[in-house]
């Protein structure tokens, strides 16, 4: 009998305090269907990655640990973006599993299609798209925009599949690789595709939450697809050479324009050139330098190689703040309880009295005498 493969679903929590409860047990219900129809391993989990919410999302997820042992849960220690929290529960679950599944926690990506998933993986697909089949929840604007994002990404150059959020399956074997690529800046919708292998796509409907609130307001929105557009390509600096050349020369046209209809005397001495430098330049030359400070930015934040997370907590580690472990009657420290420290060995580092300090202060005078004399 074929091995079956073990799953760990990574699903990222930032204050989910009113829809984990509700959302828990249907993950769980899901991972024991998968095992009782053979496709996955009984030794499969579901971890839950903390991102510094500040509410009791975390106290949650330690009571379900503590429950049962299906549920396992990682705190970050801040807040660091759903992309790292993502991130974090990959790299937590790589060297444990066979496969992961990441989805978010507000029960809106459907959980049937996770059956789809592990199928594809079965017949040799290494990553699993989940991909939306329609907008119908929402709004016009954000149903526009959405789609506007990624035809704007591949327009760009920059490799994502449309209508892919960041509910995939992803095999241990990819997520080794995917290890490699250490930038700081993340968008894993692209940066997944990168790793190639091959791949397969499953298509779903996703509903509404069933609890809270969205934490992707417009402005989030807005920041993760310029972080994307920038992460993983440099054509917006094409574009802006390209726009320069183009301004440069309708302003020569224009600088022509103006010298001609200076000397027939139709306007004001140097209003016209003016105009047409500054209105024409200066506002194409503003935009430029920020997008280029931008990746100028990217590059200084990659330099510092800075940990994109840290994982302040394990449920299944005992919470511990002191690192030094103690024997029951002894110390793993140099001096045992109540040892007198002056009974130190002869050998190498020896206690310095004042003494000695004194007596080699006295032997450094006359050499600091003959120098002084030299």
Known sequence: MEARPILWIVIPCYNEEQVLPLTAPLFLEKLCQLRDDGKISGSSRILFVNDG??????????????????????CQSRNRGHQNAVLAGLMEAKDRCDITISIDCDGQDDLNAMDAMVDAYLSGAEI??????????DSFFKRTTAEG??????????????????????????????????????FLRGLVPLVGFPSATVYYERTERLAGKSHYPL?????????????????????????????????????????????????????????????????????SLGIIGQYIGKT??????????IISERTWEPARRHWIEEKEGASSGPFQPGEDQSALPSEGLRPISIHDNKSRSSEQQPRRARRSAR
């Open 128 to 137: 699993v798209y989940g991909v939306r089949s329609q907008r119908k929840t």
């Open 300 to 309: 200084y934040l990659e330099t510092k190689r800075r940990p994109r997370y």
């Open 53 to 74: 919410s500040g509410d009791r999302t975390w106290p949650i997820i330690q009571e379900l640990a503590g429950k049962d042992p299906h549920y396992l849960g990682i």
């Open 149 to 186: 994002f990624y035809k704007l990404m591949n327009l760009l150059g920059a490799e994502v599949v449309f209508n892919h959020a960041d509910y995939r399956l992803i095999s241990a074997r990819v997520l080794r690789h995917l290890a490699d690529y250490e930038e700081v800046n993340i």
């Open 219 to 287: 402005k989030k929105m807005l920041a993760l697809a310029f972080n994307g557009i920038t992460s993983l390509s440099v054509r917006p600096i094409t574009l802006i050479t390209s726009c320069g050349l183009f301004f440069s020369f309708i302003g020569l046209v224009l600088m022509i324009w103006a010298v001609v209809t200076a000397i027939l005397g139709h306007s004001v001495a140097g209003w016209a050139s003016l105009v047409c430098i500054i209105s024409l330049l200066g506002g194409i030359q503003l935009l």
